[in-house]
């Protein structure tokens, strides 16, 4: 123990030892009781969520979409997010995902309007099994609290709510970046479309702290059916050792960034495409990393979708690669040497580095001799998460869909990997397979995929016996 832990350790507080690292992580007396509080008062909700009905989970969807559509309640909304904002750029980090401009509030209304347009999920009939004079039925149930902890995204309130549908509560953390934002939108839109709806007050709670510990806390509670976690790489990692050392489960969400693998029969009009459509804004499934062949052609076509997404922010994008041989190549292909800012590296390290970026366009680049080789490189320094093979030849995809160790895979641009986008359906987070395959499920999690199995028995013959 630190002596700097050790001062500020009293009478009250805890101590949780992460297994995986040997961290020692302090839970003061007073951050375990507002997350103990809000698990609690999640659970009394729980218990209560059985008595509302399908048309009552609705309006509050109905509901909370309608406050964040009102001018006079966003308008409270947007200047504490504008308050956040202006904090974390003097802090100088991004703010890519805090801002809740047009779009972001676009997209969170469309989500409670696709939960309200769901239908129930509580008691979904699965399998059954007949027997000559009995049956058992395979029935889906709701999960209990699901605790989310998150960092400066506050689309996450619309998106996460969704675990209502099934019948399920939630406890929010979110990180100091955007806490105002989240307070606000609980207060004003959040809270009164529970109460307006009849749904209980605490089926959504709030832990206000933006201290890391109310996430340790939060995640080491015994009270959580689900630990789901979205941030940076790092700091998931540790939460989720967190809640699997205690025994809940856990879905994580952080480490992130798509790679692109140019085939040699590639078109360079769709290279160029599939590029610039993947570089339009930073999130998880950005394009990240490109692999290709030492082809002019190819090189030119990569480098023009790149400084096509920087043009349209007005910048030039940056550009790793593994050699200073390799940064000659792509400045020789450049129409002017200024259009890019170029860093070579020595060796492959590079390669496993998620790019963070807010105007500026930032990638690598990876020249290789074969699709294989390509794939090798993926799987020995990507998060295992998002491949996308560019080819005019479908057995390329079929190399690609093999060797690839991805739970996402495709032919064209890497954004379309979200699950509102793709499956019309609001996802509480995407996983990669940096851990390994998940059991039983696919990367994106959902708030109608959080629940647990009940069997229920019906007998015909009183006499029925083993």
Known sequence: MSSLLAESFVQGDRLVVVQETGQLLHI???????????????????????????????????????????????????????????????????????????????????????????????????????????????????????GFVFEGRPNVFADATGVLRSGNTVVFRIGSDALATAREIMACALLPALKSSGLPEGAVQLIHSPERSSGYALFSHQGLGLAVARGSGQAVSQLGAVARQSGIPVSLHGTGGAWILVADSASPERVTACIRHSLDRKVCNTANVICLPRSPGLLAAVLQGITEASASRSTRAVIHCASFADELKIKQSLQQSDEVELHAHQGDDYLAEEWEWDQQPELSIRFTESLEESCELFNSYSPRFVVAVISDDESDFEIVYRLCEAPFVGDGFTRWVDGQYALARPELGLSNWQHGRLFARGGILSGDGVFSVRYVMHQKDSAQHR
Do not use: C
């Open 28 to 146: 003061p007396q007073a951050i375990f009781e507002l997350a103990d509080h809000a698990v609690t008062q999640a659970q009394f909700a729980f218990a209560a969520m059985s008595s509302v009905t399908p048309a009552e989970i609705s309006d509050f969807y109905e509901s909370f979409a309608n406050n964040l559509e009102d001018p006079k309640i966003f308008k409270r909304i947007a200047a504490a997010n504008q308050e956040d904002v202006e904090r974390v750029m003097r802090a100088k980090r991004s703010t890519t995902r805090l801002l809740i401009d047009d779009k972001m509030r676009t997209e969170m209304i469309g989500s409670l309007r696709m939960w309200r347009d769901l239908g129930d999920t509580r008691d979904v009939l699965g399998n059954s099994v007949e027997h000559p004079t009995w049956n058992v039925q395979e029935r889906r149930a709701p999960l209990g609290v699901v």
